[in-house]
């Protein structure tokens, strides 16, 4: 969340920020709420100094109806400070809802307006493919290579759930390996986390464990919650602890499963692997001073590409505008894969994402630095930035790899994961010259 006192001191400048984020909120009313809680507990802390006073004269009543007397009146006053203490309270709370509500300021080189207004700034190494034979989507050669079954996912799980099968499992896992050997290479700790968190980190991270809106799995009676991703777990990690400068930036890699509600996706763009229940990502997270996190941002992006780059699969980076940031992100990166089988050319379909949250989730989490020979602390800043989803990965490597045969190229960068070069090769399975574009 956003500092209260910033808020207070720069009301114009944060409503104006909501505005071009689409975002509703009072600013109005928190400034009075704000306002009104500062005085009511000037008068609680004056109302406890006064029953401390009286408790001290206690002992040197002259008689027991004057200790009586003090007694009484130090139990008023301490009954008068408990109800202002309450009103403190109430007032405070909702004044906390409406900061809690209020995004994080947007970077001012950020395209303001809505989804339309993102920018795109470059493409990666590859171009999108031209193809001289009729093109199959990711559902059709799924089907025909016996790689994904929907049918049985859908009977066991529900809608939106599957089975992976056969290569799919193992373009998956080499997928997971190909982008944690990377990220290691670059001094990444490699970690698998927790599928379920308590209701307080999922929120300090800037997601809604629960309610109408919510994209999050929550676990009836209890405060757990499965994790969207491992940015969710990752951020938890250091939640109320105080770092040493000295240890900063800390990166980190997580695998998790990611569950999604996905509510009010539809469409023929969301079909298949593309927007699911359940999946496998590798997630990029960092811990970092202030002055180190914008060269971190453009650290993950350029690991975004040098990953998809490394695939062979044609993208483009996006600089998302601010109507469609999350809550938490101050500026934000996307790679759009191209996906041939979307749409009736094709289309791009978002594949990562990398954001830089400054402290807005750290000040949420309680997550600080300390500096050598400095009393108190700061807030660190958090980033955090796909290495990998698995299943939109996949996609976009069926779809761009496939031959007029029907098989499809692995990826060079996989082949020593998956342990073939291609999958439903007719006959050998070594380099033969299939030209799969133009």
Known sequence: MLDKRFVLDNAELVQKNCADRGVKADLARFVVLETQRRALLQEAEELNRQANAVSKTIGKAQDDAEREARKEEGRRLREEKDAKQSEVDRVGAEADRILRSLPNLTHPESPRGGEAASRELRRGEIAPPKFNFPVLDHLELAEQHQLVDFDAGGRVSGHGFYFLKNEGVLLEMALQRYAIDLLMREGFTPMITPDLARGEVVQGVGFIPRGPETQIYSIENHDLNLVATAEITLGGLHAGQVLDEADLPIKLCGVSHCFRTEAGAAGRASRGLYRVHQFTKVEMFAFTTPDQSEDMLNMFLDLECEIFNGL????????????????????????????????????????????????????????????????????????????????????????????????????????????KTRIGAAGDESDQALPARQ
Not at 338 to 359: A, I, K, L, Q, Y
Request: hydrophobic letters at 35%; charged letters at 20%; glycine letters at 12%.
């Open 312 to 419: 062979g699969l044609p993208f483009r980076v996006l600089d998302i505008a601010s109507g469609d940031l999350g809550g938490p992100a101050y500026r934000k990166f996307d790679l759009e894969a191209w996906m041939p089988g979307r749409g009736e050319h094709g289309e791009w379909g978002e594949v990562t994402s990398t954001s830089n949250c400054t402290d807005y989730q750290a000040r949420r989490l309680d997550v600080r630095y300390k500096k050598p020979g400095e009393k108190g602390t700061h807030y660190v800043h958090t980033l955090n930035g796909t290495a990998v989803a698995c299943s939109r990965a996949m996609i976009a490597i069926l779809e761009n790899c496939q031959q007029a045969d029907g098989s499809v190229i692995v990826p060079e960068v996989l082949v020593p994961y998956v342990g």
